[in-house]
């Protein structure tokens, strides 16, 4: 049997007083909920960051975004300890298909999760009896309307405030340290709950026991959508929108009830977005500089007072407000200087694409999809292994702007976490900086380029072309057309047009590049074939030099992933061909090479034992050439035996390989084909 008390006062303030509910305000609950998940340290483009370990839970989670979410947690944690970031909002503004809205709905989802903990989760109170007064006609129960905590209530039962701190010391048992703990997060009753407040007192000869027999506690709804708790306004067009979408207005259907004119209860504030989420919740309000300037005006009221006012009742709340703008908006909103004042209120966030090409993939799966796909004839459809390296590495070019201290595969390699030759972190680190130096926000680091929207577009064009459908395979090297159709549809810019096409062609090498490691790896017949010459290589040139090399030239060492003894010939003739493949013709040369390689190989192996060097692609190339010129004598290497298949010992080594790619690869007979066939040709070669 539930217990009658449950939905008293009294009893809701014992179990405040007893840790078992909370009272505190939305900035607090956020930023507990953030803080409360582990907390990792990074490393990101050369500077130390935190990650936060709630947004990187649950099937679709945020990728990437450290920056944006280090800010945004130090706004709540300001604004949670009564800083002035209480003061404002936080905006999110930033190219379109860059995930703020996904980040502000991921914010929320969670956010609700959170509440939904018995000890979390939020209550407000309503009246009841109301038809005892007969000014309230056929009314009964009145909710408060901006869903105050019960705890508002308290802190409010009395007119005199002394009054008010000696009842929940002397009734309820706070300590004094808890009482100003509590007023640390005081504010007045909102105009309704206080008039009607006042009514009870006058009925009940100001008794507060027969007072708070009008007092039921209830939980706040945390149905998505009612909108509240976390609701979201979006920016309407010029004529259908105004303030009463955001604040309220006076109700008819009450009218009808109240025969008090001054009763602020007319006001139905639950038509606007701002009371439903009025008690501890966020407030999402998309595009706000879309909307037209006397509703801006409304937010400015609203971000600076934290109060809901209509023809002069106020209506205290407790909300987090969070918005977003893309660039050209935002722009020309600054533009307009009176409307500096709003600007100033505002904490702004530039929210960049992604950069690193690694955590691309999975956005790139997110837009692939995990469903199985299928043809328009309803025939699975294949995908090719290499697409979503195409799309990631294609996408992530365009977002990063140029630079004269690094090539684009330097900048997204160092991005990545990767080595990019000689080139340091600290460089990246560097470029950054300076970048981030320019005004022009569309000019800094990672603020242009395809977003995830034009990512999507390029794979619908992908799936619905005829040689997708007629092949049943997603084949990776068509992406590039696909991307390339979105440029010339969607980006407006000549310029910016001009660098994505400049793009497209760099990740068309890359591409390249990769295919070469993949023929390989298909020649030996083993998936990590090309990984063993790699470490070979960087073991050899370790050992070259070591003490206890025999005439026979075999060196012993223990392997760090393995902690194994092995035992490894070093082969001259075989480094010195890497060698000359990365044009390292003078000993000199050769020996800066392998100090840096040694030194990457001291400073990486203690971190990660699995390192295992594929990131630095000059040296994976020269090795793939080296291993795919020697292994085959005669016409032309691997390329001819694969293209002039007359022969029958060609063919079967075209069969082979063709088996390989289908049972250890993950590739499809379409793909397989085209992926020699492309292999075979001079296209994109460096």
Known sequence: MPDKNNGTLHHHLLAVREDERCFENAFQSVARMILEGDIEKVVVNGKTTYDFSIFRTGKKHIIGMYDELNSFVSYVKDAAEGG??????????????????????????????????????????????????????????????????????????????????????????FSDEGI??????????????????????????????????????????LTESLGTVTGKYPAKDKITSSAVDLLGEESIQRLLHITDTNNPYRFDLRRGALARVAGGGIHFSDEIYKNKKDLV??????????????????????????????NSEFNRFLSEKEEAPIVDRCRICYVSHNTNYKLQEDLTLYTIGNEARTTLTKENLHQDPNLNYAASVASVLSRLPRSEKLTPVETMKLAAGEVAGEKSIKTLAEVIDTLNQNPDITKRFGQKGLGQRNLGRS????????????????????????????????????????????????????????????MFNAYMDEPLAIRRDVMNYVNMIIGID?????????????????????????????????????????????????TSIRKIYGQKISVDPDYDF??????????????????????????????????EENQKLYDRMIGTMLTKLNYCKTCAQKTIEYFCTQEDEK
Not at 94 to 119: D, I, M
């Open 84 to 173: 002035s970031s209480k003061e404002m909002a936080y905006v999110l503004v930033g190219e379109p298909g860059n995930g703020k809205t996904f980040f502000v709905e991921y914010l929320c989802a969670k956010y609700r999760s959170f509440l939904l903990k018995p000890q979390n989760r939020k209550y407000t109170f309503k009246f009841t009896g109301m038809d005892k007064f007969g000014t309230y006609g056929r009314l009964t129960t009145i909710e408060s309307q901006t869903y105050e905590d019960p705890m508002i209530l308290a802190m409010n039962l009395f007119d005199d405030p002394d009054e008010n701190r000696t009842f929940l010391s002397k009734q309820i048992g």
């Open 459 to 518: 794979i619908q064009l992908l799936i619905e072309s005829s040689e997708t459908n007629e092949g049943r395979c997603m084949f990776a090297y068509d992406i590039y057309k696909a991307l390339e159709r979105v440029i010339l549809d969607y980006v407006t810019d000549a310029s910016d047009r001009a660098k994505y096409l400049e793009d497209l062609k760099i990740a068309k090498g890359m591409y390249r590049e990769r295919i070469m490691t993949e």
């Open 546 to 594: 070591a003490e206890n090399l025999g005439p026979d030239k075999m060196w012993k060492y223990r392997d760090p992933q393995t902690g194994e003894l092995r035992a490894l010939k070093i082969d001259e003739r075989y480094i010195k061909s890497v060698e000359e493949r990365l044009e390292l013709k003078t000993q000199e040369r050769r020996e800066t090479f392998r």
């Open 297 to 326: 005006q409304v937010y400015l009221g609203v971000i600076q007072n934290r109060s809901i006012e209509i023809d002069g009742f106020k209506w205290p709340i407790d909300t987090l407000i969070i918005a977003t703008s893309n």
């Open 614 to 647: 594929m990131d630095n692609l000059d040296l994976v190339k020269a090795i793939t050439d080296v291993r795919l010129k020697s292994d085959i004598a005669g016409a032309g290497s691997l390329i001819g035996a694969l293209a002039n298949r007359t022969n």
């Open 180 to 221: 100003e703990a509590l007023y640390d997060n005081y504010r007045p009753m909102g105009a309704c709950s206080g008039y009607i407040w006042n009514d009870i007192r006058s009925l009940t000869d100001g008794g507060i026991d027969e007072m708070l027999k009008f007092v039921q506690i209830v939980p706040v709804p």
